[in-house]
């Protein structure tokens, strides 16, 4: 086996490996943030600390004793003395784009000094790279008085990586593992393509992505803390607004799409998410919008073009619905390419105007099928033969465009999104 098709091999297993890496996401990182004991109450609506007071304990210097230890852990470090005992210390963390704070009880022997570091573990806690967010301490004394320190930044990054780094205010690429212009080739395209989304979709990017490249495959797994599937090529974190890639120097091609894929689906999912979070994104419309900006400008890449031919050709293409939550596991090429080619029909049919439309109408929720219909005049089996009939297929036999499973599954992740519901209590 040679290294072109040993490297065609690998970047189609990460592919695949990205583009599930979402519901492994939803699946086994449900919540990153942990709502500390119950016996405390939530922050108060208060998010910015006053100042110290007086009256209450007071930190001998700054709170600013923060280490970061990723992936292993955070450190954060307090020393303050008050005239009476103190007897509660909580630290609160806020997480930049999460609404709801989290509080943690550090255990210590009450006393008038009071010194300690709280271990805030990331393997059960896990935090990507590249979060960033305000932490403070909460004192009370033995009268019941409390003091709040003044917020702190942190962010969690890796200690040791010397990361390059290009960004502008929407897009941020990090990179160790090739030079220079290995980085501002992806950023490059990571920005073309962020310019064709924006105005096809009309969304517009108001938290930067930040894209992380690992070069060596041990970093990127170290990386991904506790919970790691061994064939994983990529995770994304939209909810922090975050990814992380294994390509090395040599995979520019794959590090490039893979991030302009994943840059789709973060930007896209905190766009269309809504306040009900009830959504109902079909699969292959996720999957569809990501590869088309991921193959924009330029031809489908053979990994997805000869399956695609060939169940053109054989009349075996998966129906629409049948991907409306996922791909089969047999058929994840597949599933791809024609969701890429149902969007890239779209596109070429009904235009930019219409995509908004219906992504708009999506974000408002409703069944997909309505959406689908109030926008394009067809329901998804109409679509489909439509589309079917555009690449060169057999209009589908009636048995067959009956439903199996009535609506379409709303995509799992969208959980996940930026809406400030998602931080339920572990
Ligand atoms: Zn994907």
Same mark, same amino acid.
Not at 10 to 29: D, G, H, I, K
Not at 325 to 336: K, M
């Given at each position: 086996?040679?290294?072109?098709?040993?490297?065609?091999?690998?970047?189609?297993?990460?592919?695949?490996?990205?583009? /599930?890496?979402?519901?492994? /996401?939803?699946?086994?990182?449900?919540?990153?943030?942990?709502?500390?004991?119950?016996?405390?109450?939530?922050?108060?609506?208060?998010?910015?600390?006053?100042?110290?007071?007086?009256?209450?304990?007071?930190?001998?210097?700054?709170?600013?004793?923060?280490?970061? !230890?990723?992936?292993?852990?955070?450190?954060?470090?307090?020393?303050?003395?008050?005239?009476?005992? $103190?007897?509660?210390?909580?630290?609160?963390?806020? /997480?930049?784009?999460?609404?709801?704070?989290?509080?943690?009880?550090?255990?210590?022997?009450?006393?008038?000094?009071?010194?300690?570091?709280?271990?805030?573990?990331?393997?059960?806690?896990?935090?990507?790279?590249? %979060?960033?967010?305000?932490?403070?301490?909460?004192?009370? !004394?033995?009268?019941?008085?409390?003091?709040?320190?003044?917020?702190?930044?942190?962010? %969690?990054?890796?200690?040791?990586?010397?990361?390059?780094? /290009?960004?502008?205010?929407?897009?941020?690429?990090?990179?160790?593992?090739?030079?220079?212009?290995?980085?501002?080739? $992806?950023?490059?395209?990571?920005?073309?393509?962020?310019?064709?989304? &924006?105005?096809?979709?009309?969304?517009?990017?108001?938290?930067?992505?930040?894209?992380?490249?690992?070069?060596?495959?041990?970093?990127?797994?170290?990386?991904?803390?506790?919970?790691?599937?061994?064939?994983?090529?990529?995770?994304?974190?939209?909810?922090?607004?975050?990814?992380?890639?294994?390509?090395?120097?040599?995979?520019?091609?794959?590090?490039?799409?893979?991030?302009?894929?994943?840059?789709?689906?973060?930007?896209?999912?905190?766009?269309?998410?809504?306040?009900?979070?009830?959504?109902?994104?079909?699969?292959?419309?996720? &999957?569809?919008?990501?590869?088309?900006?991921?193959?924009?400008?330029?031809?489908?890449?053979?990994?997805?073009?000869?399956?695609?031919?060939?169940?053109?050709?054989?009349?075996?293409?998966?129906?629409?619905?049948?991907?409306?939550?996922?791909?089969? $596991?047999?058929?994840?090429?597949?599933?791809?390419?024609?969701?890429?080619?149902?969007?890239?029909?779209?596109?070429?049919?009904?235009?930019?105007?219409?995509?908004?439309?219906?992504?708009?109408?999506?974000?408002?929720?409703?069944?997909? !099928?309505?959406?689908?219909?109030? %926008?394009?005049?067809?329901?998804?089996?109409?679509?489909?033969?439509?589309?079917?009939?555009?690449?060169?297929?057999?209009?589908?036999?009636?048995?067959?465009?009956?439903?199996?499973?009535?609506?379409?599954?709303?995509?799992?992740?969208?959980?996940?999104?930026?809406?400030?519901?998602?931080?339920?209590?572990?």
């Amino acid at each position: 086996m040679n290294l072109r098709t040993l490297t065609i091999i690998l970047a189609a297993v990460t592919v695949v490996a990205l583009c /599930v890496c979402a519901v492994f /996401v939803a699946v086994l990182l449900p919540q990153v943030i942990q709502r500390a004991s119950p016996a405390i109450a939530p922050p108060a609506q208060n998010p910015t600390p006053r100042a110290q007071a007086t009256a209450g304990p007071a930190p001998t210097r700054p709170a600013k004793n923060y280490t970061n !230890d990723f992936p292993r852990h955070l450190l954060f470090a307090l020393d303050t003395e008050s005239a009476t005992e $103190i007897r509660q210390v909580s630290l609160v963390i806020q /997480v930049d784009g999460i609404q709801t704070s989290s509080r943690y009880l550090p255990e210590f022997a009450p006393s008038k000094k009071v010194s300690l570091v709280y271990d805030f573990d990331l393997q059960k806690n896990y935090l990507p790279p590249g %979060v960033m967010g305000d932490f403070w301490w909460v004192l009370k !004394d033995a009268d019941g008085k409390e003091t709040t320190t003044a917020k702190e930044r942190f962010r %969690v990054d890796e200690p040791v990586i010397q990361w390059k780094k /290009v960004q502008n205010s929407k897009i941020a690429i990090y990179w160790y593992s090739g030079e220079q212009n290995f980085g501002q080739a $992806i950023f490059d395209r990571a920005v073309a393509s962020l310019a064709l989304l &924006e105005k096809d979709t009309g969304v517009t990017v108001d938290r930067q992505v930040q894209i992380f490249i690992y070069g060596n495959r041990n970093d990127f797994l170290n990386a991904l803390g506790p919970n790691v599937a061994g064939f994983e090529g990529g995770r994304t974190h939209p909810e922090y607004s975050v990814v992380l890639i294994d390509a090395g120097a040599r995979e520019l091609t794959y590090a490039r799409d893979a991030t302009t894929h994943e840059m789709t689906h973060v930007i896209m999912h905190a766009k269309i998410s809504g306040a009900l979070g009830e959504f109902t994104f079909p699969h292959w419309l996720d &999957e569809g919008l990501a590869m088309y900006y991921e193959t924009t400008p330029g031809p489908l890449g053979a990994q997805f073009s000869i399956p695609l031919k060939k169940a053109i050709d054989t009349d075996t293409l998966l129906s629409l619905r049948s991907m409306a939550g996922r791909f089969p $596991i047999a058929q994840v090429d597949l599933g791809y390419a024609e969701s890429y080619s149902a969007v890239e029909y779209f596109y070429r049919k009904y235009g930019r105007e219409k995509m908004q439309q219906l992504l708009l109408a999506i974000k408002a929720g409703g069944d997909f !099928d309505e959406l689908l219909s109030k %926008v394009t005049g067809l329901n998804t089996d109409q679509f489909e033969n439509e589309w079917r009939k555009d690449v060169g297929a057999k209009p589908r036999a009636a048995s067959t465009a009956t439903p199996v499973t009535g609506k379409p599954t709303p995509f799992p992740t969208f959980s996940l999104s930026t809406d400030p519901t998602a931080t339920p209590a572990k």
